[in-house]
């Protein structure tokens, strides 16, 4: 097949991050992948670097003509046979670059919550969508509730994790606590999320601060990077704050890494304390590294975090609630290594090649 993957958005999180993560197991099974997206955004630069074929439009706009017949030659010069766009705003243009080309399937996937889509016009243009993808069980019911399609158009499908990569086993040491002056001893507690609004990062440090008033060699450590405008200051303010409580012997920043599978093997508990996280693979990532994870009880994490089996779930906004999940691991150790192997075995359900063998179902289908 030839399939043309949609992004029509600038940051770089796990929807911005999707097309490659299936990428190469796709290409093993014969397809021809390309990318659209924004014109100089991080996904853009990303396949640019990969030497992946990647298209680009050099605005998002819900009805843009220029988008519309640049779609119509992408279509034709590529042969599409399959178009699976990621946002919300994809689906105007899609719908009219589509029109005289009924035999292209075009799907949907919704990975930051579901859109509220009852009026007469979206009647209309989900006549042309053949599936909507839901990536967790609630969001497919709010499907049912929000989007004029039928409930056979809406396909469960859970984002898929590279399981080779995060084998704690085969993972090298790389010595990533000395980096930070973080004693072998010290429980350490990683948190992995881009600083947008909602991943919760002021509650993590506003519970790293009640903790470690409370408990000496506890650490926390942070990954992840502002990637959106708004929110470029993030990292200098997360830092300011985390001087200002004086905890900055135990909490640290680390910005963008590209080594997740290492400093995942030299934490003990993964925490991201995310709002409304739809699916959330660094959880999956992190389990398969054999971590308790915590997270908040909303979203769809909750169909991932079986709270006192694999981990345990906080309320959401509430560092007081957060700060206790993280106490009852530092109280009872050997919770860790329990619900860190049960955990492994959960995160065997998520296999990228068992999400692409299910995604290539769906588009045959």
């Known amino acids: 097949m030839n399939i043309l993957y949609s992004v029509m958005a600038d940051g770089w999180g796990g929807l911005e991050k999707y097309p490659l993560t299936i990428y190469e197991e796709l290409l093993k099974k014969g397809n021809n992948i390309y990318i659209l997206t924004v014109n100089g955004s991080r996904l853009h630069q990303e396949c640019m670097k990969r030497g992946i074929k990647v298209f680009v439009v050099d605005k998002i706009k819900k009805i843009d003509l220029k988008t519309i017949k640049y779609i119509k030659k992408l279509i034709l010069e590529l042969k599409i046979d399959v178009i699976h766009s990621n946002t919300t705003r994809e689906l105007y243009n899609f719908y009219f670059a589509l029109i005289g080309n009924k035999n292209i399937k075009y799907f949907i996937t919704y990975h930051i919550g579901v859109p509220n889509h009852k009026e007469i016009l979206h009647k209309i243009l989900y006549k042309r969508v053949n599936k909507i993808i839901a990536i967790n069980s609630r969001e497919k019911n ?216 299910k995604l290539i179902k769906i588009y045959e289908g």
């Not at 004693?183 to 350490?188: A, D, M, Y």
């Not at 000496?216 to 708004?230: D, Q």
């Not at 934490?267 to 304390?273: A, E, G, K, R």
């Not at 530092?330 to 860790?336: F, V």
């Open 142 to 357: 709010l499907m049912l509730e929000n989007i004029p399609i039928l409930n056979n158009k809406i396909e469960l499908l859970y984002n898929g994790v590279d399981l080779k990569r995060f084998d704690r086993k085969k993972v090298e040491l790389k010595n990533i606590r000395e980096q930070f002056g973080i004693p072998e001893q010290g429980l350490l507690i990683t948190g992995i999320g881009n600083l947008s609004d909602g991943k919760g990062i002021s509650e993590f440090i506003d519970a790293a601060k009640i903790i470690c008033d409370k408990y000496k060699n506890i650490y926390f450590l942070w990954i992840g990077e502002a990637t959106y405008t708004k929110n470029k200051k993030a990292l200098e303010e997360a830092k300011e704050t985390i001087k200002n409580y004086e905890i900055d012997k135990n909490v640290y920043m680390a910005g963008y890494r590209n080594d997740i599978p290492e400093i995942l093997k030299e934490s003990d508990i993964f925490t991201l304390p995310a709002y409304g996280e739809s699916f959330g693979i660094v959880y999956i990532e992190a389990m398969a590294m054999e971590l308790p994870v915590i997270g908040c009880n909303s979203g769809g994490v909750p169909e991932l975090i079986k709270d006192g089996k694999n981990g345990f779930l906080a309320e959401p906004r509430s560092a007081k609630s957060l700060a206790n999940q993280f106490e009852k691991y530092i109280k009872n150790s050997e919770l860790i290594k329990k619900h860190g192997k049960i955990g492994k075995e959960i995160s065997e359900r998520f296999s990228m090649k068992s999400h692409v063998e």
